[in-house]
């Protein structure tokens, strides 16, 4: 059964970072694309990044290109994904969800439950 | 803004058809499939249907997907309480080498 799991999330001052990660099971995510896709309080879904497998191949959102890397992880023992957020913003407050992009990256299949990212002074 | 646009709000009564577009361009829509997520209240998204058409096994067979052109439709006939949730496409663009979700419609089953 596949699964993903956030974490990671967290009360953070603007300026500060904070890297997220998801922990996957029930396939291997280095044969997959995956995303991160982030909802803001009371508003619609956003997109915010994706990789491919072997992490060749990362895309992103124009608003978060410099300040937030994707990555999966080096270590084989661990079946991971991250975010790494930095220069946070508090627009960038929001429920992250991680997911995985089936059909060759052409859908996100399945879903964590999300973690709170909440930006503030 | 969102470059898909979805009307905000949709609503039907128990047993009715309803329909929910999807609007983009010639960078999205028009050259890739659609996909439709469903988010019922306090949960995460939950893929309903993808490829403009095709359902993923376990998603009933009252919700269906068309394209045609720079815009796409979802509908969901024989409409129930549980029906009640938010949607959401999203397509790739070529122009921005990113994913675009439309800003979601509200459905109500009154």
């Known amino acids: 059964e596949v699964q993903l799991l956030e974490s990671g999330g967290g009360l953070v001052q603007p300026g500060e970072s904070l890297r997220l990660t998801c922990e996957a099971s029930?396939?291997?995510?280095?044969?997959?694309?995956m995303s991160w896709v982030r909802q803001a309080p009371g508003k619609g879904l956003e997109w915010v990044a994706c990789?491919?497998?072997?992490?060749?191949?990362?895309?992103?959102l124009d608003s978060v290109k410099g300040r937030f890397t994707v990555s999966v992880s080096r270590d084989n023992t661990k079946n991971s994904l991250y975010l790494q957020m930095n220069g946070l913003r508090v627009e960038d407050t929001a429920v992250y969800f991680c997911a995985r992009d089936g059909g060759g990256g052409w859908y996100s299949d399945y879903w964590g439950q999300g973690t709170l990212v909440a930006v503030s002074s | 803004q969102s470059v898909l646009t979805q009307p905000p709000s949709a609503s039907g009564t128990p047993g009715q058809r309803v329909t929910i577009s999807c609007s983009g361009g010639?960078?999205?829509?028009?050259?890739?499939?659609i996909n439709w997520y469903q988010q019922l209240p306090g949960t995460a998204p939950k893929l309903l249907i993808y490829g403009s058409s095709q359902r993923p096994s376990g998603v009933p067979d009252r919700f269906s997907g068309s394209k045609s052109g720079t815009s796409g439709s979802l509908a969901i006939s024989g409409l129930q309480s549980e029906d009640e949730a938010d949607y959401y496409c999203?397509?790739?663009?070529?122009?921005?080498?990113?994913?675009?979700f439309g800003g979601g419609t509200k459905l109500t089953v009154l």
């Open positions: 999203a397509a790739w663009d070529d122009s921005l080498d990113a994913w675009l």
């Open positions: 029930g396939f291997n995510l280095r044969d997959d694309w």
């Open positions: 010639t960078s999205n829509i028009e050259k890739h499939n």
């Open positions: 990789i491919n497998g072997d992490g060749s191949k990362k895309h992103y």
